[in-house]
């Protein structure tokens, strides 16, 4: 992600979630040594199209995801998946241990992705958001085992 990005990205932010992240919010994944920002970019009509984006930070032994979307016009196209392959790959690479992350309770569609990749849940956060008091769920991925890609390689 540059900063360049951060219109589309906030355009995408603003139409996806209840309190969406600031442009502050995000310069603080681009430009502190423990974070990460990454942009999904669909350049087929030869534009740097933002469709998703990715933001975790390094902590000793594990990386947190602290933010990740899709364009709602891009959804079910498994383009969430690749981006948390990334942060997988990432960790794995890093020498990571786990993998955590916070979801609310009500979102079902990102809870049944995370499930699939092997995501476990391991705790309650009572009353996290502050928007509506809502409980966020802990999920974590445990890569003690090495760093296996979520999904099987093709043929196999």
Request: aromatic share 10%; hydrophobic share 40%.
């Amino acid at each position: 992600m540059e900063t360049s990005d951060l219109e589309q990205v906030l355009a995408l932010e603003n139409v996806s979630f209840p309190s969406p992240w600031t442009r502050d919010g995000f310069l603080v994944s681009l430009k502190a040594p423990f974070g990460q920002a990454w942009v999904l970019l669909d350049r087929s009509l030869g534009t740097r199209a933002v469709v998703g984006y990715l933001c975790f930070w390094e902590h000793d032994g594990y990386i947190q995801v602290v933010n990740i979307c899709v364009d709602p016009l891009r959804r079910r196209q498994g383009l969430g998946r690749v981006m948390m392959d990334f942060a997988v790959s990432w960790a794995g690479l890093r020498k990571k241990k786990k993998v955590r992350l916070e979801v609310r309770r009500s979102n079902h569609p990102a809870q049944s992705l995370y499930l699939s990749l092997g995501f476990k849940r391991v705790g309650v956060r009572a009353g996290y958001y502050t928007d509506t008091g809502e409980d966020a769920l802990l999920l974590e991925l445990n890569l003690n085992r090495g760093f296996p890609l979520t999904r099987p390689p093709k043929g196999s």
